[in-house]
């Protein structure tokens, strides 16, 4: 166990928590990151309902997200290969590869940079720091689990994760999956006892923001 994470045990404070603060605060995920993310559930999501391809307005509709900004992010995600487009009137966008072999991690690099820190902790883009001595340097050492704490999650999940999860809530919550062709939307009636569930569900207070949220959704979710 490093020794950062033995001191601050001993002293009765979770390193978790510092986890979280230190990523949403001054590393949290840039708009642009924020928005990739969303665009690539999406299209992630219109491959599972069977559509090939998804044009930019109606991601930008479905998403509600700047139709000029969401084109500079497509454009970035196809040059990392991440996205694939088609041009002329019936083109649009589509996932570059399985959903599966895309993890959480790979589109945030791909947008954002790095995921570490400092570059001194980074797997990816190390740099060399201005501390005199890095190998003992407590500073490093607690952005080494910074560092392992959040690539441990981003790495571990993939976007095939993240789609499953989603369309797994729409459905529990009898709510119209999107992306589907008109054609094929069937209607359903939400039966009584079940709207009753969701409206008290939707009365209940929001999550702790430093607990995890989506294995706290359902509970037989697997993230």
Do not use: W
């Not at 090939?52 to 997200?65: K, M, Y």
């Amino acid at each position: 166990m490093p020794a950062c994470t033995i001191l601050f045990e001993s002293r009765g404070f979770n390193p978790y928590h510092s986890y979280l603060y230190l990523f949403y605060s001054p590393m949290k995920l840039s708009k642009k990151g924020e928005y990739a993310l969303r665009s690539m559930i999406g299209l992630g999501i219109a491959s599972e309902v069977g559509r090939t391809l998804v044009q930019l307005p109606e991601l930008a509709d479905n998403e509600q997200l700047p139709l000029k900004f969401l084109e500079q992010i497509m454009l970035r995600l196809r040059e990392e290969k991440l996205v694939m487009g088609v041009r002329g009137k019936f083109g649009g966008y589509r996932l570059a590869k399985p959903a599966s072999k895309i993890t959480i991690g790979s589109i945030i690099r791909g947008i954002d940079g790095p995921l570490a820190p400092l570059g001194c902790v980074s797997q990816s883009a190390y740099q060399k720091c201005t501390c005199p001595d890095e190998a003992h340097c407590g500073l490093r050492m607690l952005m080494l689990d910074v560092r392992n704490a959040i690539t441990g999650i981003l790495d571990r999940y993939t976007l095939a994760d993240v789609v499953e999860v989603t369309l797994r809530k729409l459905r529990r919550g009898a709510m119209p999956l999107p992306y589907v062709p008109e054609s094929e939307v069937v209607p359903t009636r939400v039966p009584a006892t079940h709207a009753r569930r969701l409206a008290r569900r939707a009365t209940k207070p929001r999550l702790d923001e430093t607990e995890g949220v989506l294995h706290q959704l359902l509970g037989d979710y697997t993230i």
